[in-house]
């Protein structure tokens, strides 16, 4: 593992892995943290917990997820599986639910991300845009139409 981070983490890594709850977790791999790191905050609306040049933990909408920095990931084995991949998550939808397309679909156009589909209400009951972020990560923000209802 290459590090480019200078002195130490907020917390050890094993404490923090023991920290997160039971669940689902992400930990998408990027090319660089900070260009991840500011559309999270800056478009998703995340709140960063903690960031290096390596490694950042993003909360969002309740939940923990992680970036590594592709150099940070050398010589395990997804390493090999980015390797040259110009899009990463083909094929994955990180679906927000709970997060408000129109402001999200805003956002980042006023930060030139690229907008796939536009803010709009589905047959399934969701109005919903679909954002590209960094590294080709696709983000869709989702709010039920009418509102959540009790128990969804």
């Known amino acids: 593992m290459v590090k480019k ?7 050890d890594a094993a404490e923090f892995g023991r920290s997160l709850p039971r669940g689902v977790g ?17 478009v998703l609306g995340a709140t960063i917990i903690y ?3 390596d490694f950042a933990a993003v909360e969002l909408l309740g939940s ?20 040259d991949v110009e899009t990463r998550g083909a094929g994955l939808e990180i679906r927000l639910y709970g997060s ?10 006023k930060h030139d991300h690229i907008v796939l589909a536009g803010s709009m209400d589905k047959p399934h009951g969701l109005r919903e845009c679909i954002v590209v972020g960094p590294d080709g990560y696709v983000f869709v923000p989702s709010l039920a139409i009418g509102g959540w209802e009790t128990g969804s």
Not at 69 to 83: I, L, Q
Not at 100 to 109: K, V, W
């Open 5 to 11: 981070r200078t002195g130490e983490p907020w917390m």
């Open 26 to 42: 992400l930990n998408l791999l990027v090319r660089e943290i900070a260009p991840m790191e500011a559309f999270c905050r800056d």
């Open 51 to 53: 960031s290096d040049p």
């Open 64 to 83: 923990i997820f992680m970036l590594h920095a592709d150099h940070s990931y050398a010589g395990t084995p997804m390493s090999g599986v980015v390797a």
């Open 100 to 109: 408000d397309p129109d402001l999200i679909e805003t956002l980042a156009r």
